[in-house]
């Protein structure tokens, strides 16, 4: 079975850092873009960072600068570093990978952790 588990949600103050990761097991041919959302209470669910398989990363406005992601081909996993956290951060995050499954392409999605930042 192919899921994705995500890790590394907390409760964290104002300032602080956290890093989430997420790893993606079963029968995975191949990782396209891996990425990160979150969805506040209340809010759509906002897209915060991606990254392609060749590296290349996009990062939503709101958290340039004091996020970053990352990947780990190897491991099939997709980390997201995030530094001089605000309030405005605090959501449940989730993951995602668009890839290959059994000869079709796909987008998983993980279960969400939740991230609060507090002032």
């Known amino acids: 079975q192919v899921q994705l588990v995500e890790s590394g949600g907390d409760s964290v103050q104002t300032g602080g850092s956290l890093r989430l990761s997420c790893v993606a097991s079963g029968k995975i041919s191949t990782i396209y873009t891996m990425g990160w959302c979150r969805q506040a209470p209340g809010d759509p669910r906002e897209l915060v960072a991606t990254i392609t398989s060749g590296g290349s990363t996009n990062y939503a406005d709101s958290v340039k600068g004091r996020f970053t992601i990352s990947r780990d081909n190897a491991e099939n996993t997709v980390y997201l570093q995030m530094d001089t956290l605000k309030p405005e951060d605090t959501a449940v995050y989730f993951c995602?990978?668009?890839?290959?499954?059994?000869?079709?392409?796909?987008?998983?999605w993980g279960q969400g952790t939740q991230v609060t930042v507090v002032s």
């Open positions: 995602y990978v668009d890839a290959i499954i059994d000869y079709a392409r796909v987008e998983l």
